[in-house]
């Protein structure tokens, strides 16, 4: 059976919630649907001891502040998770969960969405699926002969489980830097923090809120024909959040550079060292979820979907939200994704009403 509406979303996080939002404001009809079983998007699956870089009330999508957490400056990911069911209860958005979208087509004057439920005919679509499901891994010589655990950020929840291991955590972000401090300051683990360049930390007085006035000054400057600022990159890599600032303080936060290749008990070093390893963490990013628009033949050169804002060049009925800088400054975030989604809803609006 196929169902018809003005506009599919495809995804339900933090992104798609934020596209309901103003789609609803704009009168237009629309769907969500979501491939996780229950709210929360990805903030279901983040690591025990992760929280926000900022305080609740500048980390709210639109129309509805996030609620303190007691007891916590930074809210942890629990927190978010069950304020992102609240507000898709509060605003009562058409989420479909447990909806897994496959491809989207060109049908004549309509977008084809195919999902494991059924098919949708829309008028346009939304992509709002981001990056979790989407691990990236490096192509390090050796990591098919290693004979211990690998994993990725996505499948990390505590040091409890590597007590009495030998661990080595790749990677010089937010991630890598995060989970290192976990480990090093649980002290029953024994840490090696590899990363490509020298960590750089951000200064410590930095949190969330500075870093999105960064990010938006950044677009204020390119919008008026300014020189590039930077942005958030011009800082640093690493947030100094309480945890890493305390590693780092206690000089249990010492990077090693990359190692050259991965042996079958350990990690090795273009000089010949050779550190034992159970288990390495790859906190080495992601990559979008696009797959399921692939049959729009969108795609630029190297997979990257050329845009102007959120829409997509190839395609002006599909908008992208929620990916990175190149769909909004700070899009990827709870409080940047709101002028993006905004952005995003107007010009469907426009385009459904000439």
């Known amino acids: 059976m196929t169902q018809h509406t003005d506009v599919v979303v495809v995804g339900g996080g933090q992104a798609g919630l934020a596209a309901g939002y103003h789609l609803r404001r704009q009168g237009l009809a629309f769907v969500i649907l979501d491939a996780g079983a229950a709210p929360g998007g990805s903030w279901q699956h983040m690591w025990d001891s992760l929280h926000l870089f900022s305080p609740a009330q500048?980390?709210?999508?639109?129309?509805?502040?996030?609620?303190?957490?007691?007891?916590?400056?930074?809210?942890?990911?629990?927190?978010?998770?069950?304020?992102?069911a609240d507000y898709e209860k509060r605003y009562d958005l058409p989420v479909q969960h447990g909806t897994r979208v496959s491809a989207v087509h060109r049908d004549g004057d309509r977008l084809l969405v195919e999902a494991d439920t059924g098919t949708w005919r829309a008028r346009a679509v939304i992509s709002a699926t981001g990056t979790w499901s989407r691990p990236f891994l490096p192509?390090?010589?050796?990591?098919?002969?290693?004979?211990?655990?690998?994993?990725?950020?996505?499948?990390?929840?505590?040091?409890?489980?590597?007590?009495?291991q030998r661990l080595v955590v790749v990677g010089g972000g937010n991630s890598g830097a995060q989970i290192a401090a976990d480990l090093v300051l649980d002290g029953h683990v024994e840490v090696t923090w590899v990363t490509q360049r020298p960590p750089r930390f951000l200064p410590d007085d930095i949190d969330g809120r500075a870093l999105f006035d960064v990010a938006t000054a950044r677009r204020r400057a390119l919008e008026e024909g300014r020189s590039d600022t930077g942005g958030v990159a011009s800082l640093g890599d690493i947030v100094a959040v309480?945890?890493?600032?305390?590693?780092?303080?206690?000089?249990?936060?010492?990077?090693?550079?990359?190692?050259?290749?991965?042996?079958?008990?350990?990690?090795?070093?273009?000089?010949?060292?050779?550190?034992?390893?159970?288990?390495?963490?790859?906190?080495?990013?992601?990559?979008?979820?696009?797959?399921?628009?692939?049959?729009?033949?969108?795609?630029?050169?190297?997979?990257?979907?050329?845009?102007?804002?959120?829409?997509?060049?190839?395609?002006?009925?599909?908008?992208?939200?929620?990916?990175?800088?190149?769909?909004?400054?700070?899009?990827?975030?709870?409080?940047?994704?709101?002028?993006?989604?905004?952005?995003?809803?107007?010009?469907?609006?426009?385009?459904?009403?000439?």
């Open 58 to 84: 500048y980390s709210s999508l639109p129309g509805r502040l996030m609620p303190a957490q007691p007891g916590e400056m930074y809210p942890d990911a629990g927190h978010v998770v069950d304020y992102l």
């Open 242 to 354: 309480p945890p890493v600032r305390a590693a780092r303080d206690a000089g249990l936060l010492e990077a090693r550079p990359m190692f050259t290749r991965l042996a079958a008990t350990g990690i090795q070093w273009a000089d010949g060292t050779h550190a034992e390893a159970d288990a390495v963490i790859w906190c080495t990013g992601f990559r979008p979820a696009l797959a399921h628009l692939a049959p729009l033949g969108v795609r630029g050169p190297r997979g990257h979907i050329p845009t102007v804002g959120t829409r997509a060049v190839g395609e002006p009925r599909l908008h992208l939200l929620g990916y990175g800088d190149w769909t909004g400054p700070a899009s990827a975030t709870l409080i940047g994704v709101g002028r993006p989604a905004r952005d995003a809803a107007r010009d469907i609006a426009q385009l459904l009403s000439s």
């Open 139 to 164: 192509a390090v010589p050796g990591r098919g002969l290693f004979t211990g655990r690998q994993l990725h950020t996505v499948n990390y929840r505590s040091p409890a489980d590597f007590a009495g």
